[in-house]
């Protein structure tokens, strides 16, 4: 890992995403991405969606990543939630999930 960050989700599917990392990031370079992911698992537990990818196009401040892996992730449940305060609530949903980077050298 050669740097960390965060950033802003602009467009995500399938088969890849569209995020401003706040600074230029050329292309090539594979990331790993920890996306917060704006609905609970069950109504109760937060969820991560972990993308591993490539850069493949970099415009501006939006970077293009291509997904080669990706997996949703558990975390650790805030004490509201571990109370269950959060389950007669309906989850958050966020317009654009945070996103936490790790950035690395092509291989």
Avoid: C, Y
């Avoid at 698992?41 to 080669?68: D, E, F, K």
């Amino acid at each position: 890992m050669l740097e960390t960050g965060a950033g802003k989700t602009l467009d995500l599917s399938s088969g890849g995403l569209l995020f401003d990392p706040g600074r230029h990031l050329p292309e090539g370079l594979n990331v790993e991405l920890s996306i917060t992911w704006p609905v609970l698992l069950h109504n109760v537990a937060p969820l991560q969606l972990v993308v591993s990818g490539r850069i493949v196009r970099a415009s501006g401040r939006s970077i293009a990543v291509r997904t080669v892996q990706h997996e949703f992730r558990t975390v650790a449940a805030t004490p509201e939630h571990r109370n269950g305060i959060a389950r007669n609530t309906p989850p958050p949903m966020l317009a654009s999930p945070a996103i936490f980077a790790s950035f690395g050298k092509m291989q």
